[in-house]
């Protein structure tokens, strides 16, 4: 199974500064297609996963634009160029490319 | 409103069998793959579980699971399910029906599964 490792797994952040989130796959994540399923997710404590970036950049409808996703090949980054208080809770990537699908153990951010 | 809403979960003791079901709403859930997804324990990773292909008729299972538990569907009433059978400690956890394994952009609320004596 591909392992998708995130770093930091803990990550302080002071409103209105950046912040970053870094997802590596252990391979490839390229699908037969050509697309790269890399997704990236936000769950507050109680709640369900919310998408916020598929196919490693596309911002997801209603997503602030403060939300960006970057990468290829087996790296990959979430940042937020300004940190808002909605923004804490777990943030965890998670690929589509190869059976089984498998996700990042996630980030908590706290402010 | 898109929505999914799981339904099922409780205390079983083990051995026993319990089965959860996800209703679909706002949106054609015939036409898309669906998929079940845990997590385990609070704070950890998510697992997926299994998958399940529009017409119902092919179905993946992550390893752990295979032989025990059965995903399926009825396109009629907009249901998904998850029939769990010799449920074991370590399948304790909150279990969410998603729709598009591969770019699950709507999930339910989750269910709690709780597998003890």
């Known amino acids: 199974d591909i392992v998708m490792t995130q770093s930091p797994l803990s990550l302080p952040v002071t409103l209105g500064q950046p912040a970053s989130i870094s997802c590596r796959s252990s391979h490839d994540l390229v699908f037969s297609d050509g697309n790269i399923y890399l997704n990236w997710f936000h769950q507050r404590p109680g709640q369900s996963p919310r998408r916020l970036v598929y196919?490693?950049?596309n911002r997801d409808s209603g997503v602030p634009d403060r939300f960006s996703g970057s990468g290829s090949g087996t790296d990959f980054t979430l940042k937020i160029s300004r940190v808002e208080a909605e923004d804490v809770g777990v943030y965890f990537c998670?690929?589509?490319?190869?059976?089984?699908?498998?996700f990042g153990q996630g980030t908590r951010v706290e402010i | 409103e898109v929505q999914l809403v799981e339904s099922g979960g409780g205390l079983v003791q083990p051995g026993r069998s319990l089965r959860l079901s996800c209703a679909a709403s706002g949106f054609t859930f015939s036409n898309y793959d669906m998929t079940w997804v845990r997590r385990r324990a609070p704070g950890k990773g998510l697992e997926w579980v299994a998958n399940i292909n529009p017409a119902g008729s092919d179905m993946y299972y992550v390893d752990s699971v295979k032989g025990r538990f059965t995903i399926s569907r009825d396109n009629a009433k907009n249901l998904l399910y998850l029939q769990m059978n010799s449920l074991r400690a370590e399948d304790t956890a909150v279990y969410f029906c998603?729709?598009?394994?591969?770019?699950?952009?709507?999930w339910g609320q989750g269910t709690t599964v709780t597998v003890s004596s």
């Open positions: 196919k490693i950049s």
């Open positions: 998603a729709r598009d394994p591969r770019l699950p952009d709507v």
């Open positions: 998670m690929q589509g490319s190869h059976w089984p699908p498998t």
